[in-house]
């Protein structure tokens, strides 16, 4: 059993930054495949990004390309979403996701919310014009 919590959502204004954070405990085999996606009222699970257990693979939606970063440290079982000059449409629930399997390598996709084991509880990222 794998619990993933995140962790640095809130309320900003559009233009600032916001930095999210998820960290996997429990039993299990280190997390090869880390993504974050976000749902809105009118989209479910949309993808935002992932990254493979070295960080040399990384893979964006195109709404957050040149604006987010994803990285991870393997230390400390955790992934950060880097969220820079937010809009309003960046609002919704970010949730983190994990996967034992190194989906990049097996050229699995990353973008599908199926290819993930496990899953946040979700943090609510709201952006004010």
């Known amino acids: 059993q794998v619990q993933l919590v995140e962790s640095g959502g809130g309320l900003v204004q559009a233009g600032t930054s916001l930095r999210l954070s998820c960290t996997a405990s429990g039993r299990t085999s280190p997390v090869q495949t880390w993504g974050w996606f976000r749902q809105t009222p009118e989209i479910e699970r949309e993808f935002v990004a992932a990254i493979s257990w070295t960080g040399a693979s990384t893979h964006y939606a195109d709404s957050v390309k040149g604006r987010f970063t994803i990285s991870r440290d393997n230390a400390k079982n955790t992934v950060h979403l880097e969220m820079n000059n937010l809009t309003r449409e960046d609002s919704g629930v970010y949730y983190c996701?994990?996967?034992?399997?190194?989906?990049?390598?097996?050229?699995?996709?990353?973008?599908?919310?199926?290819?993930?084991?496990?899953w946040g509880q979700g943090t609510q990222v709201t952006v004010s014009t």
């Open positions: 996701a994990a996967n034992t399997s190194p989906l990049f390598r097996l050229g699995r996709p990353t973008i599908h919310h199926r290819s993930y084991t496990w």
